[in-house]
């Protein structure tokens, strides 16, 4: 396993509510990257956290947004959601910033109806 | 054009065949290169970087073609086990992300 947790496992929520997705990184990795990934898709980019602040990010709209903790564990909030939404959400964890080498957790995967 | 893109497969192939995958990409600057491999409904883990040189682990390996912009996983004597989506991977430093191809199904049967 790489150490990487992320809650909840499952999560189902109607269009137009909000949701908060977790993910705590493996010890000593201070970068979270998290990405969706739709059905039959690659993972996709959303974001990067290094040291409590953004990063980099993907092309996904500001109702996307998140939080770095000093422990490193990071959230990701996503506003208003949309029936494309639905999708398994990872969060990748890496020693630093410009590290290629990212530790996934096991997702949740978010269902909106 | 997507920046990386992959046959979407399935690939059936026999126990002890040898099955190879291609992946495209576009951004020639691009430096570095990665297979992982996602089974059904769990995250995706590493399988092995990829080098112009190449790079082999026991029945795997993968090579990286700079001139056509492809990338190649032969995997010699399938096993059961080896049955999952092989996701071809480019590393974008400028931007601290990983961007996926569309992945490729592989299925062995007995």
């Known amino acids: 396993e790489t150490g990487v947790t992320q809650s ?7 269009r137009g509510q909000q949701v908060t997705l977790r993910c705590s990184s493996q010890s000593g990795h201070n970068t979270v990257s998290w990405y969706q990934q739709a059905l039959g898709q690659g993972p996709q980019f959303i ?3 290094y040291r409590e602040e953004e990063n980099g990010r993907g092309n996904f709209p500001p109702r996307f947004s998140g939080l770095q903790f000093p422990n490193y564990s990071s959230e990701l909030n996503v506003n208003a959601l949309e029936l494309d939404d639905s999708a398994l959400y990872l969060c990748a964890s890496s020693l ?3 590290d ?5 957790g096991p997702g949740t995967r978010l269902t909106v109806t | 054009r997507k920046e990386v893109e992959q046959d979407p497969g399935p690939f059936n192939v026999p126990e002890g065949a040898t099955v190879a995958f291609n992946c495209t990409y576009s951004n020639s600057a691009s430096q570095s290169f990665f297979w992982y491999r996602q089974d059904c409904r769990k995250e995706p883990k590493l399988l092995m970087s990829v080098y112009s040189s190449g790079n ?3 029945r795997f390996t993968a090579q990286l073609n700079r001139a056509s912009q492809y990338i190649s996983l032969l995997i010699r004597d399938s096993k059961l086990s080896d049955s999952a989506t092989y996701l071809c991977v480019r590393f974008s430093g400028g ?7 569309a992945g490729t199904r592989l299925a062995v049967h007995p």
Do not use: A, M, S, V
């Open chain 1, 8 to 14: 909840p496992t499952h999560l189902i929520k109607t």
């Open chain 1, 47 to 49: 974001f990067q956290y």
């Open chain 1, 96 to 98: 630093g910033q410009g």
């Open chain 1, 100 to 104: 290629y080498e990212q530790y996934f």
């Open chain 2, 56 to 58: 082999e682990d026991g």
């Open chain 2, 95 to 101: 931007y601290n992300k990983l961007i996926f191809g």
